[in-house]
């Protein structure tokens, strides 16, 4: 499977483009767009270029409500609840951030609960959002279920991804990954590369382990059973009931607490929505902030300076890999796959708008992939 | 390796004796023996009576100050830092989730950081504190390095556990893991029984897999290098660098934040002391608290009732075991491990205290089994 590189400007033309054609308001479209580059620029391929499918679909399913304002429907200094309405996940993501950040400014923490949202694309933007104001930010989401909790054979959770970003020097310590072992959207990119799984990521129909893409994503779409196995694989021994944990913390975070619809009722059909949680805590409350930032990065740096293993020559902290993600895109441009494009044409035609215009010359190829969710 | 059985009140007997003589005060050693001996009733043998000759030893050496009192060194409403002056891990703990709790009844959330304290148990105790409250109970601790960050060959973070317990019917929520795939408490088991580890447990001196307990727990006490591989093993393939990461998080809430030792400084010799992170949540913060309850309280039990996989008879919610663990116990008493009664009889012989007094015509084997910590 081939890639094309695009320069930043060129994709974020044609997103915030493609989201006004949907109906979004141009400050909104800028918020998605930049959500979306974001996770292309740090390399992390399943959430950025590769969403847009899926937006697509939750627009013309009407899942995704264009018009829908998120609402705040239950406050305290420290805490709240949006109703999301149904709209665009970016939309409702950064509002819940941004009213968590305020609250963390004001009291020290602030903690978000929303529901009735939709994908919000990659968790550590928001998690970033509370960093670059010298917070320390999480935030999770849950999702169309996908993990298969320990010893079943039904997935019953999303994939349920837990980020947290917190200042240091020369870079922000940047967690986000999702509880499973990988992400669906991997999953779909093996899928279009036509690759066989890695062994211990994947459950069959009936809970056992599976290596075979199409079939794992044609049953979760079916709900036939099988799924992604939790971080820690499918038995206790490698620590299977760990990531069905952090799994747990999530949905704690975003749907129960929300009131909103857990994994295995979320994107049943035309029926059920997603769940976000958001927290922002202020370092200044434990103390002089500038000393806390110093001591995350003497520990990262006596991290990375830390011996290798035999064979190996670096060790990486989280954030690291994306710094130079994004200084190898700035360089070399965004690559997108040529299976993403064919979908990025459709989205064209669909709202007949003209490729050249932010393509040139470019063709993708006649393929045979097809989007492989329900949205 | 043959176990014996010992009633609840013979084991508490026994240890509020054994702490009063170490020269706590009685209330005091009565903390350290309910929290060591849930640790022995939830089924998490590594963390229960096993733990009596790491403190017997730290107490020795110095690293325990069994007349230190814990001060608040900082405070929000929100938030507070705990300066443990070198004192007992439970007594330095305990306070600091009361703080916690406090907070999130006034406050709707309270977190607080603790620094120069010592090993406290099971992380879940302290969580169970807060849940028995009708609060989200959070804590977490660093220790001595064993985990081995992905592609190193020196352990530079502690097996870091982050425990949270919700409300739920018909039991609570329970979560209790470390960030690693096991625990050294599970690797002092299998050096016990002189087995050898499951694949993709632990790293040699080099950095390569190992299932050599006894050489894998003399090379971390020599920091020779090696240790415990993150949850999600050794590869990035497999998510290593995710357990790495809910290492990390561990790390950010207890050594950070209170500005105390980074696990990789933690009982360095006669050095370094542990660092641990507490949260309580109001779920009253978020809504109706009873409603939220049931909420989740149904989630759990779709999961338990959701189809098993092929050969499974039943899916686990976090807690459950323990609760099957507990009946278990109370009926048949507590299992402790023949070589665990040998320290234990080596403590009443140091503090010349009667064995007869608790454990009648009881002798331990004579084995060869020796503490392998280096406290």
Same mark, same amino acid.
């Given at each position: 499977?081939?890639?094309?590189?695009?320069?930043?400007? $060129?994709?974020?033309?044609?997103?915030?483009?493609?989201?006004?054609?949907?109906?979004?308001?141009?400050?909104?479209?800028?918020?998605?767009?930049?959500?979306?580059?974001?996770?292309?620029?740090?390399?992390? !391929?399943?959430?950025?270029?590769?969403?847009?499918?899926?937006?697509?679909?939750?627009?013309?399913?009407?899942? *995704?409500?264009?018009?829908?304002?998120?609402?705040?429907?239950?406050?305290?200094?420290?805490?709240?609840?949006?109703?999301?309405?149904?709209?665009?996940?970016?939309?409702?993501?950064?509002?819940?951030?941004?009213?968590?950040?305020?609250?963390?400014?004001?009291?020290?923490?602030?903690?978000?609960?929303?529901?009735?949202?939709?994908?919000?694309?990659?968790?550590?933007?928001?998690?970033?959002?509370?960093?670059?104001?010298?917070?320390?930010?999480?935030?999770?989401?849950?999702?169309?279920?996908?993990?298969?909790?320990?010893?079943?054979?039904?997935?019953?959770?999303?994939?349920?991804?837990?980020?947290?970003?917190?200042?240091?020097?020369?870079?922000?310590?940047?967690?986000?990954?999702?509880?499973?072992?990988? $992400?669906?959207?991997?999953?779909?990119?093996?899928?279009?590369?036509?690759?066989?799984?890695?062994?211990?990521?994947?459950?069959?129909?009936?809970?056992?382990?599976?290596?075979?893409?199409?079939?794992?994503?044609?049953?979760?779409?079916?709900? +036939?059973?099988?799924?992604?196995?939790?971080?820690?694989?499918?038995? !206790?021994?490698?620590?299977?009931?760990?990531?069905?944990?952090?799994?747990?913390?999530? !949905?704690?975070?975003?749907?129960?607490?929300?009131?909103?619809? $857990?994994? +295995?009722?979320?994107?049943?059909?035309?029926?059920?929505?997603?769940?976000?949680?958001?927290?922002?805590?202020?370092?200044?409350?434990?103390?002089?902030?500038?000393?806390?930032?110093?001591?995350?990065?003497?520990?990262?740096?006596?991290?990375?300076?830390?011996?290798?293993?035999?064979?190996?020559?670096? *060790?990486?902290?989280?954030?690291?890999?994306?710094?130079?993600?994004?200084?190898?895109?700035?360089?070399?441009? *965004?690559?997108?796959?040529?299976?993403?494009?064919?979908?990025?044409?459709?989205?064209?035609?669909?709202?007949?708008?003209?490729?050249?215009?932010?393509?040139?010359?470019?063709?993708?190829?006649?393929?045979?992939?097809?989007?492989?969710?329900?949205?």
């Amino acid at each position: 499977m081939s890639y094309v590189k695009w320069s930043y400007d $060129t994709l974020h033309h044609f997103l915030v483009d493609a989201f006004v054609n949907f109906g979004f308001k141009a400050e909104e479209a800028e918020t998605v767009a930049e959500n979306l580059l974001m996770s292309d620029m740090y390399g992390i !391929e399943s959430h950025g270029m590769q969403r847009v499918v899926r937006y697509h679909k939750g627009i013309e399913k009407g899942m *995704i409500d264009v018009h829908a304002t998120p609402e705040v429907v239950f406050e305290t200094p420290v805490s709240a609840v949006i109703e999301g309405n149904a709209g665009m996940g970016q939309l409702v993501g950064k509002k819940a951030m941004q009213l968590a950040i305020d609250k963390a400014k004001k009291s020290g923490v602030g903690i978000v609960s929303a529901r009735n949202s939709n994908h919000f694309g990659i968790a550590g933007y928001y998690a970033k959002m509370a960093c670059n104001e010298g917070l320390i930010g999480f935030a999770c989401t849950n999702s169309e279920a996908i993990m298969v909790p320990t010893y079943g054979r039904l997935a019953m959770l999303g994939s349920n991804p837990i980020a947290c970003a917190m200042p240091a020097d020369p870079y922000d310590f940047f967690f986000d990954a999702s509880t499973t072992v990988v $992400t669906r959207g991997k999953l779909e990119m093996y899928n279009k590369e036509k690759k066989p799984l890695p062994e211990g990521w994947a459950l069959d129909k009936d809970g056992h382990d599976s290596t075979d893409a199409p079939d794992v994503l044609a049953n979760i779409i079916a709900k +036939n059973g099988g799924g992604i196995m939790p971080l820690g694989g499918s038995k !206790e021994l490698t620590g299977s009931h760990k990531g069905y944990g952090y799994g747990m913390l999530c !949905e704690i975070f975003s749907s129960i607490l929300s009131m909103g619809d $857990t994994s +295995n009722y979320c994107m049943q059909g035309d029926k059920g929505l997603i769940c976000h949680g958001f927290a922002a805590i202020d370092p200044a409350a434990f103390g002089d902030p500038a000393a806390i930032k110093a001591h995350l990065s003497t520990y990262l740096q006596e991290l990375r300076d830390s011996p290798k293993a035999e064979g190996q020559e670096r *060790i990486y902290t989280h954030g690291e890999k994306e710094i130079a993600a994004i200084a190898d895109r700035e360089k070399n441009g *965004i690559p997108v796959n040529e299976n993403t494009m064919v979908e990025v044409y459709d989205v064209l035609d669909y709202l007949g708008m003209d490729p050249k215009a932010y393509f040139g010359d470019y063709v993708p190829p006649k393929d045979d992939a097809v989007f492989a969710g329900n949205y």
